[in-house]
Protein backbone atom coordinates (compact mmCIF):
# COMPACT_ATOMS: atom_id res chain seq x y z
CA UNK A 1 0.00 0.00 0.00
CA UNK A 2 2.67 2.29 1.18
CA UNK A 3 4.85 1.78 -2.26
CA UNK A 4 1.65 2.33 -4.28
CA UNK A 5 1.35 5.98 -2.21
CA UNK A 6 4.44 6.47 -3.51
CA UNK A 7 3.74 5.48 -7.24
CA UNK A 8 1.32 7.84 -7.07
CA UNK A 9 3.43 11.06 -5.74
CA UNK A 10 5.85 10.36 -7.78
CA UNK A 11 3.27 10.13 -11.03
CA UNK A 12 1.77 13.57 -9.18
CA UNK A 13 5.11 15.26 -8.97
CA UNK A 14 6.51 14.59 -12.48
CA UNK A 15 3.24 15.87 -13.72
CA UNK A 16 3.43 18.95 -12.21
CA UNK A 17 7.20 19.45 -13.23
CA UNK A 18 6.10 18.36 -16.60
CA UNK A 19 3.09 20.79 -16.30
CA UNK A 20 5.24 23.81 -15.23
CA UNK A 21 8.43 23.33 -17.88
CA UNK A 22 5.27 23.34 -20.80
CA UNK A 23 4.19 26.24 -19.12
CA UNK A 24 7.94 28.31 -18.21
CA UNK A 25 7.85 27.20 -22.08
CA UNK A 26 4.96 28.78 -23.83
CA UNK A 27 5.46 31.59 -21.52
CA UNK A 28 9.23 32.37 -22.63
CA UNK A 29 7.97 31.47 -26.19
CA UNK A 30 5.41 33.95 -26.09
CA UNK A 31 7.58 36.85 -24.94
CA UNK A 32 9.91 36.35 -27.52
CA UNK A 33 8.37 35.47 -30.57
CA UNK A 34 7.17 37.88 -33.41
CA UNK A 35 3.62 38.85 -33.25
CA UNK A 36 1.33 41.14 -35.18
CA UNK A 37 -1.47 42.97 -33.21
CA UNK A 38 -4.45 44.79 -35.14
CA UNK A 39 -6.43 47.32 -34.94
CA UNK A 40 -9.02 49.43 -36.15
CA UNK A 41 -6.48 52.26 -37.63
CA UNK A 42 -3.36 50.60 -37.56
CA UNK A 43 -1.27 47.53 -36.76
CA UNK A 44 1.52 46.78 -34.85
CA UNK A 45 4.59 44.23 -35.55
CA UNK A 46 6.15 43.24 -32.77
CA UNK A 47 10.00 42.05 -33.08
CA UNK A 48 12.57 41.26 -30.54
CA UNK A 49 12.99 41.03 -26.87
CA UNK A 50 13.72 43.79 -24.59
CA UNK A 51 12.83 47.76 -23.51
CA UNK A 52 9.72 48.51 -25.66
CA UNK A 53 10.67 50.52 -28.25
CA UNK A 54 7.78 51.76 -30.91
CA UNK A 55 8.23 53.30 -34.01
CA UNK A 56 6.19 55.37 -36.27
CA UNK A 57 6.36 55.58 -40.33
CA UNK A 58 5.17 58.79 -41.80
CA UNK A 59 2.49 59.78 -44.64
CA UNK A 60 2.00 56.53 -47.48
CA UNK A 61 4.95 55.30 -45.38
CA UNK A 62 5.56 50.71 -44.85
CA UNK A 63 6.99 49.95 -41.47
CA UNK A 64 9.60 48.33 -43.67
CA UNK A 65 11.24 51.99 -43.73
CA UNK A 66 12.44 50.85 -40.39
CA UNK A 67 14.02 47.23 -41.61
CA UNK A 68 17.75 48.52 -41.15
CA UNK A 69 16.76 49.44 -37.36
CA UNK A 70 14.72 46.52 -36.70
CA UNK A 71 17.80 44.26 -37.70
CA UNK A 72 19.78 46.50 -35.80
CA UNK A 73 18.15 46.61 -32.11
CA UNK A 74 16.07 43.71 -31.96
CA UNK A 75 18.41 41.38 -30.13
CA UNK A 76 18.37 44.45 -27.21
CA UNK A 77 14.83 46.06 -27.98
CA UNK A 78 11.21 44.92 -28.09
CA UNK A 79 10.25 46.70 -31.50
CA UNK A 80 6.60 48.05 -31.84
CA UNK A 81 6.50 48.58 -35.53
CA UNK A 82 3.26 50.67 -36.27
CA UNK A 83 1.70 50.78 -39.69
CA UNK A 84 -1.43 52.93 -39.81
CA UNK A 85 -4.40 51.61 -42.04
CA UNK A 86 -5.12 52.35 -45.51
CA UNK A 87 -1.00 53.01 -46.00
CA UNK A 88 1.09 51.13 -48.20
CA UNK A 89 -1.18 47.81 -48.47
CA UNK A 90 -2.39 47.87 -44.81
CA UNK A 91 -5.84 47.55 -45.40
CA UNK A 92 -7.97 50.91 -44.44
CA UNK A 93 -10.00 49.80 -42.10
CA UNK A 94 -11.73 52.53 -39.68
CA UNK A 95 -9.10 55.19 -41.90
CA UNK A 96 -11.65 54.33 -45.12
CA UNK A 97 -13.20 57.66 -44.38
CA UNK A 98 -13.20 60.89 -42.54
CA UNK A 99 -10.05 62.55 -40.02
CA UNK A 100 -6.93 59.80 -40.07
CA UNK A 101 -4.63 61.92 -38.02
CA UNK A 102 -5.75 62.46 -34.62
CA UNK A 103 -8.21 59.01 -34.13
CA UNK A 104 -5.20 57.55 -35.65
CA UNK A 105 -3.09 59.26 -32.93
CA UNK A 106 -5.88 58.53 -29.66
CA UNK A 107 -5.87 54.72 -30.82
CA UNK A 108 -2.47 54.54 -30.94
CA UNK A 109 -2.62 55.96 -27.41
CA UNK A 110 -5.11 53.82 -25.87
CA UNK A 111 -3.41 50.54 -27.19
CA UNK A 112 0.22 51.92 -25.52
CA UNK A 113 -1.80 52.01 -22.42
CA UNK A 114 -4.07 49.20 -23.21
CA UNK A 115 -0.55 47.02 -23.66
CA UNK A 116 1.08 48.66 -20.80
CA UNK A 117 3.84 50.44 -22.98
CA UNK A 118 3.62 53.60 -20.99
CA UNK A 119 5.83 55.48 -20.65
CA UNK A 120 6.86 54.59 -24.39
CA UNK A 121 9.45 55.28 -25.79
CA UNK A 122 8.68 56.52 -29.80
CA UNK A 123 10.54 56.99 -32.62
CA UNK A 124 8.13 58.93 -35.79
CA UNK A 125 8.86 59.97 -38.98
CA UNK A 126 7.16 62.67 -40.85
CA UNK A 127 3.74 62.38 -39.92
CA UNK A 128 4.81 59.79 -37.43
CA UNK A 129 6.38 62.38 -35.60
CA UNK A 130 3.54 64.77 -35.63
CA UNK A 131 1.52 62.17 -34.08
CA UNK A 132 4.53 61.90 -31.61
CA UNK A 133 4.32 65.48 -31.12
CA UNK A 134 0.60 65.58 -30.72
CA UNK A 135 0.32 62.42 -27.57
CA UNK A 136 3.47 64.52 -25.96
CA UNK A 137 1.17 67.50 -26.26
CA UNK A 138 -2.31 65.86 -25.06
CA UNK A 139 -0.86 62.46 -23.11
CA UNK A 140 2.52 63.63 -21.52
CA UNK A 141 2.09 61.22 -18.64
CA UNK A 142 2.03 58.45 -21.44
CA UNK A 143 5.47 59.50 -23.19
CA UNK A 144 9.17 58.76 -22.01
CA UNK A 145 11.05 60.91 -24.35
CA UNK A 146 10.63 61.31 -28.42
CA UNK A 147 12.77 61.19 -31.79
CA UNK A 148 11.22 63.06 -34.58
CA UNK A 149 12.97 62.17 -37.61
CA UNK A 150 12.18 65.52 -39.87
CA UNK A 151 8.41 66.74 -38.64
CA UNK A 152 7.18 69.89 -37.83
CA UNK A 153 5.01 71.18 -35.44
CA UNK A 154 3.16 72.72 -38.28
CA UNK A 155 3.46 71.34 -41.70
CA UNK A 156 1.78 74.06 -43.44
CA UNK A 157 4.13 76.41 -42.84
CA UNK A 158 6.51 74.50 -45.54
CA UNK A 159 3.36 76.13 -47.78
CA UNK A 160 2.14 79.35 -45.86
CA UNK A 161 5.37 80.06 -44.39
CA UNK A 162 5.25 81.29 -40.55
CA UNK A 163 2.13 83.01 -40.80
CA UNK A 164 -0.10 80.39 -41.41
CA UNK A 165 -2.86 79.47 -39.80
CA UNK A 166 -5.28 76.73 -39.60
CA UNK A 167 -8.21 78.49 -41.13
CA UNK A 168 -6.02 79.84 -43.81
CA UNK A 169 -5.31 75.99 -45.05
CA UNK A 170 -8.40 75.13 -45.04
CA UNK A 171 -9.29 75.81 -48.98
CA UNK A 172 -6.25 73.97 -49.82
CA UNK A 173 -7.06 70.87 -47.80
CA UNK A 174 -10.31 70.79 -49.43
CA UNK A 175 -8.31 71.19 -52.61
CA UNK A 176 -6.46 68.02 -51.69
CA UNK A 177 -9.54 66.24 -50.40
CA UNK A 178 -10.69 66.80 -53.82
CA UNK A 179 -8.39 65.05 -55.81
CA UNK A 180 -7.01 61.78 -54.21
CA UNK A 181 -5.36 60.51 -57.58
CA UNK A 182 -3.23 63.21 -56.76
CA UNK A 183 -1.62 62.16 -53.95
CA UNK A 184 0.06 59.29 -55.02
CA UNK A 185 0.63 59.59 -58.73
CA UNK A 186 1.24 62.41 -61.75
CA UNK A 187 4.01 65.18 -61.77
CA UNK A 188 3.41 66.94 -58.84
CA UNK A 189 4.01 63.95 -57.21
CA UNK A 190 6.87 63.10 -58.77
CA UNK A 191 8.41 66.49 -57.83
CA UNK A 192 7.46 65.56 -54.55
CA UNK A 193 9.34 62.33 -54.51
CA UNK A 194 12.21 64.50 -55.84
CA UNK A 195 12.92 65.36 -52.02
CA UNK A 196 11.94 62.23 -50.64
CA UNK A 197 15.27 60.49 -50.80
CA UNK A 198 18.55 60.25 -52.89
CA UNK A 199 19.54 57.18 -54.57
CA UNK A 200 16.45 56.38 -57.19
CA UNK A 201 15.96 53.00 -55.79
CA UNK A 202 15.17 54.43 -52.27
CA UNK A 203 12.85 57.07 -54.84
CA UNK A 204 11.25 53.67 -55.95
CA UNK A 205 10.84 51.91 -52.95
CA UNK A 206 8.51 55.39 -51.90
CA UNK A 207 6.48 55.47 -54.61
CA UNK A 208 5.52 51.37 -54.09
CA UNK A 209 4.63 52.67 -51.23
CA UNK A 210 2.23 55.57 -52.22
CA UNK A 211 0.85 53.48 -55.23
CA UNK A 212 0.19 50.68 -52.54
CA UNK A 213 -1.72 52.88 -50.18
CA UNK A 214 -5.53 53.96 -50.21
CA UNK A 215 -5.65 57.73 -51.54
CA UNK A 216 -8.54 58.37 -50.19
CA UNK A 217 -6.78 57.55 -46.61
CA UNK A 218 -3.67 60.04 -47.94
CA UNK A 219 -5.33 62.68 -48.76
CA UNK A 220 -7.53 62.70 -46.06
CA UNK A 221 -4.31 62.75 -43.18
CA UNK A 222 -2.07 65.07 -45.59
CA UNK A 223 -5.08 67.83 -45.14
CA UNK A 224 -5.75 66.56 -41.27
CA UNK A 225 -1.89 67.35 -41.07
CA UNK A 226 -2.31 70.89 -43.01
CA UNK A 227 -4.88 71.83 -40.62
CA UNK A 228 -3.38 70.53 -37.23
CA UNK A 229 -1.40 72.92 -35.72
CA UNK A 230 0.28 71.96 -32.60
CA UNK A 231 2.35 75.29 -32.48
CA UNK A 232 0.29 76.64 -29.17
CA UNK A 233 1.16 73.57 -27.11
CA UNK A 234 5.06 73.48 -27.61
CA UNK A 235 5.58 75.94 -24.43
CA UNK A 236 3.92 73.57 -22.30
CA UNK A 237 5.63 69.71 -23.79
CA UNK A 238 7.26 68.29 -20.60
CA UNK A 239 8.41 65.14 -22.71
CA UNK A 240 11.89 65.15 -23.79
CA UNK A 241 12.14 65.28 -27.59
CA UNK A 242 14.99 64.76 -29.59
CA UNK A 243 14.39 66.26 -33.59
CA UNK A 244 16.19 64.71 -36.67
CA UNK A 245 16.56 67.63 -39.47
CA UNK A 246 18.06 67.14 -42.82
CA UNK A 247 19.98 69.69 -44.66
CA UNK A 248 18.69 69.12 -48.23
CA UNK A 249 22.01 70.39 -49.42
CA UNK A 250 21.58 67.61 -52.13
CA UNK A 251 18.42 69.79 -53.09
CA UNK A 252 20.94 72.98 -53.59
CA UNK A 253 19.59 74.14 -50.32
CA UNK A 254 22.66 76.46 -48.57
CA UNK A 255 24.19 74.45 -45.06
CA UNK A 256 22.52 75.28 -42.58
CA UNK A 257 19.22 77.43 -43.60
CA UNK A 258 16.97 74.28 -42.80
CA UNK A 259 18.66 74.13 -39.10
CA UNK A 260 17.64 77.45 -38.68
CA UNK A 261 14.07 77.36 -39.87
CA UNK A 262 13.40 74.06 -37.56
CA UNK A 263 14.99 76.08 -34.58
CA UNK A 264 12.74 78.97 -35.44
CA UNK A 265 9.65 76.44 -35.56
CA UNK A 266 10.79 74.70 -32.15
CA UNK A 267 11.83 77.74 -30.32
CA UNK A 268 8.83 77.63 -27.66
CA UNK A 269 9.43 74.02 -26.78
CA UNK A 270 11.78 73.70 -23.89
CA UNK A 271 14.52 71.47 -24.04
CA UNK A 272 14.55 70.40 -27.90
CA UNK A 273 17.84 68.61 -28.83
CA UNK A 274 18.23 69.61 -32.53
CA UNK A 275 20.58 67.27 -34.53
CA UNK A 276 21.18 68.01 -38.21
CA UNK A 277 22.11 65.37 -40.64
CA UNK A 278 24.08 66.43 -43.09
CA UNK A 279 23.46 65.92 -46.54
CA UNK A 280 20.19 64.10 -46.67
CA UNK A 281 16.90 64.59 -47.50
CA UNK A 282 13.38 63.76 -45.98
CA UNK A 283 13.75 60.17 -45.53
CA UNK A 284 16.89 60.21 -43.65
CA UNK A 285 17.22 56.87 -42.76
CA UNK A 286 17.59 55.95 -46.45
CA UNK A 287 20.21 58.79 -46.90
CA UNK A 288 22.13 58.75 -44.17
CA UNK A 289 22.02 55.05 -42.64
CA UNK A 290 25.10 55.92 -40.51
CA UNK A 291 24.23 58.69 -38.60
CA UNK A 292 20.97 58.03 -38.52
CA UNK A 293 22.23 55.13 -36.06
CA UNK A 294 24.23 57.10 -34.54
CA UNK A 295 21.66 59.69 -33.52
CA UNK A 296 19.37 56.65 -32.25
CA UNK A 297 21.96 55.51 -30.35
CA UNK A 298 22.31 58.73 -28.83
CA UNK A 299 18.46 59.28 -28.07
CA UNK A 300 18.33 55.35 -26.63
CA UNK A 301 21.12 56.26 -24.53
CA UNK A 302 20.00 59.29 -22.94
Known amino acids: MLNHLRANQTMMLKAFALAGALIAASCFSDAGADETVTRDRFSDEIVGQGRDLVFLPGLASSRDVWKAETARLENHYRLHLIQIAGFAGEPSRANASGPVLVPTAEAIDAYLVEQHLTPAMIIGHSMGGTIAL ?8 DLRKILLVDSLPFYATLMGGPTATTESMQPIAAQIRANPAGATSGPRYEQTLAAMATAQADKDTIRAWGKGSDSSVVVNALADDLTLDLRPGLAQISTPITLLLPDYVPLGAPPGANAKMYAAAYA ?9 ITNSLHFIMLDQPAQFDAAVDGFLGQ
Open 268 to 276: AAPGVKLVP
Open 134 to 141: YLAEQHPA
